[in-house]
Antibody, heavy 121, light 107 residues
Framework: EVQLVQSGAEVKKPGESLQISCKGF????????IGWVRQMSGKGLEWMGI????????RYGPSFQGHVTMSVDKSINTAYLQWSRLQTSDSAMYYC???????????????WGQGTDVTVS | DIQMTQSPPSLSASVGDRVTITCRAS??????LAWYQQKPGKVPKLLFY???NLENGVPPRFSASGTGTDFTLTINGLQPDDFGTYYC?????????FGQGTKVEIK
């Protein structure tokens, strides 16, 4: 079964660093772009960016550029989302997602992680 | 950025009703448009890709259409399980952008 499994909920203080993970199972992880999506409490979905596991090429949404870093370790089929200095406004649910229909960046997300709840307080 | 505008923001309908949600893009998406359903506390679920292609396992009471900048999601014969928030998303040009969502409630 194709799935993405994310790391568990985090509670952090402002100014702290954080890395959350997303591990792929059941498919050729390196060939399909991984996207990250933020959902603040009671709000809609916001696209953060995408990363290509095979070469770590990444594209960031302008609202997130410079504030988060996406990375990947294809040897362990895992993508990461990292903050160097958290802010209270980073409190949200974070999803990783991928589209396995085609090996291209422009793909709808048919596989989603279960989400990682981040609380910064 | 391509802005996505959904309407209505919310709706309440009865079981068996036909429900239509619209999504308008600020510029052409070349039909690189997806629809998702998200239930409270759950992960988004892909319903349609490339504007009108039904994802595997999605009931055929769901349909989608549109081209360019104007798109529609229709539920023919609303079922109790169809509650939730529906989002459109363009993936034509980064940043991919979502509509603000349409919340569907069952009367």
């Amino acid at each position: 079964e194709v799935q993405l499994v994310q790391s568990g909920a985090e509670v952090k203080k402002p100014g702290e660093s954080l890395q959350i993970s997303c591990k792929g199972f059941g498919y050729d992880f390196s060939k399909y772009w991984i996207g990250w999506v933020r959902q603040m409490s009671g709000k809609g979905l916001e696209w953060m960016g995408i990363i290509y596991p095979d070469d770590s090429g990444a594209r960031y949404g302008p609202s997130f550029q410079g504030h988060v870093t996406m990375s990947v370790d294809k040897s362990i089929n895992t993508a990461y989302l990292q903050w160097s200095r958290l802010q209270t406004s980073d409190s949200a649910m974070y999803y990783c997602a991928t589209g396995t229909r085609i090996t291209a960046a422009w793909v709808a997300y048919n596989v989603w992680g279960q989400g990682t709840d981040v609380t910064v307080s | 950025d391509i802005q996505m505008t959904q309407s209505p923001p919310s709706l309440s309908a009865s079981v068996g009703d036909r429900v239509t949600i619209t999504c308008r893009a600020s510029q052409s998406t070349d039909n690189w448009l997806a629809w998702y359903q998200q239930k409270p506390g759950k992960v988004p679920k892909l319903l349609f890709y490339k504007a009108s292609n039904l994802e595997n396992g999605v009931p055929p009471r769901f349909s989608a259409s549109g081209t360019g900048t104007d798109f529609t999601l229709t539920i023919n014969g609303l079922q109790p399980d169809d509650f939730g928030t529906y989002y459109c998303q363009q993936y034509r040009r980064t940043p991919w952008t979502f509509g603000q969502g349409t919340k569907v409630e069952i009367k």
